[in-house]
């Protein structure tokens, strides 16, 4: 069943397995192994799954897989907590410094202060070295106000992830200039292999005067996106185009109104000017 991807089919086979008597090592092993499968290939699967059977799977021995687990409900609405909670008690070093610094993440999104510090604290105390903790006080950082502390922190991560990059677009104004932010931000896309965001880019250069490297970000992001009403504007501002923007003015919403109100400025001021 599993081999076709019948996850769901499989599960309830298992479940006979582990609820018939003590389970099995080969059945946990054939349950741990279709808990990872599901997370991969059906979200939905694997809550099912993880739902009836998973608290098979509470086992030091176990601890990369709940990791994934954790990851995987956090990211689908599940109790991932219950989870890295687990794993902050029995894992092994590793495990608890990634679970420490998941959950400080967790709640600095949620501007808990209190509970990040606690957090915090206890990964100091476990002293991992490395990303975590350096992620986790970048975090703590950030929610103090402490932005330019947050980025010295955040930019000295070896092996960046999509949070981190949240993170560095959350403190920019803490880099010291605006160039080596751009370049911090791409080592950390290419790393992640997350797509640049071209815009932003290029409204940062714009807001420092730099009004040419700007037009070229917001090129780059024309060519991904034509509809990205933002960038167009942007580029209809910076260079004067007349066209772009009258291109502009033609489509729904608040950047189309801008434009046309721009245009009948414009016809205004040449008007005055032919009196």
């Known amino acids: 069943m599993r081999e076709r991807k019948d996850y769901l089919q499989a599960e309830k086979y298992l479940r006979e397995i582990l609820f018939g008597r003590k389970p099995m090592k080969a059945a946990l092993n054939e349950l741990e192994i279709l808990i990872n499968e599901s997370i991969d290939n059906d979200t939905r699967a694997f809550?099912?799954?993880?739902?009836?059977?998973?608290?098979?799977?509470?086992a030091p021995s176990r601890e990369d897989t709940l990791l994934n687990v954790a990851e995987a409900l956090r990211n689908s609405g599940g109790d991932f907590i219950r989870v890295y909670t687990y794993l902050i008690k029995n894992g092994s070093k590793r495990i608890r410094a990634k679970s420490l610094s998941q959950l400080a993440i967790f709640f600095s999104r949620l501007s808990d202060i209190e509970r990040v510090e606690g957090l915090v604290t206890s990964l100091e105390k476990l002293k991992p070295g490395g990303d975590e903790i350096l992620r986790a006080r970048a975090w703590l950082y950030y929610l103090k106000g402490k932005k330019k502390l947050a980025y010295s922190g955040i930019t000295r991560i070896s092996h960046p992830v999509n949070d981190d990059i949240d993170l560095l677009w959350r403190v920019k104004e803490g880099a010291p200039s605006v160039q080596g932010f751009i370049k911090n931000y791409k080592f950390m896309s290419r790393a992640t292999g997350e797509p640049l965001r071209y815009t932003e880019i290029g409204d940062l250069l714009a807001d420092k005067?730099?009004?040419?490297k700007a037009a070229k970000y917001f090129n780059l992001a024309l060519k991904v996106n034509p509809d990205d009403v933002r960038a167009m504007f942007m580029l209809a501002r910076i260079t004067?185009?007349?066209?772009?923007?009258?291109?502009?003015s033609e489509k729904k919403g608040l950047y189309g109104s801008m434009?046309?109100?721009m245009i009948k400025e414009q016809e205004i001021k040449k008007h005055i000017l032919e009196m």
Do not use: P
């Not at 004067?240 to 502009?248: D, V, Y």
């Open 47 to 58: 809550r099912e799954i993880w739902n009836n059977s998973g608290q098979w799977l509470y």
């Open 259 to 261: 434009a046309k109100v």
């Open 209 to 212: 005067g730099m009004k040419k």
């Open 240 to 248: 004067s185009s007349t066209a772009l923007m009258q291109s502009l």
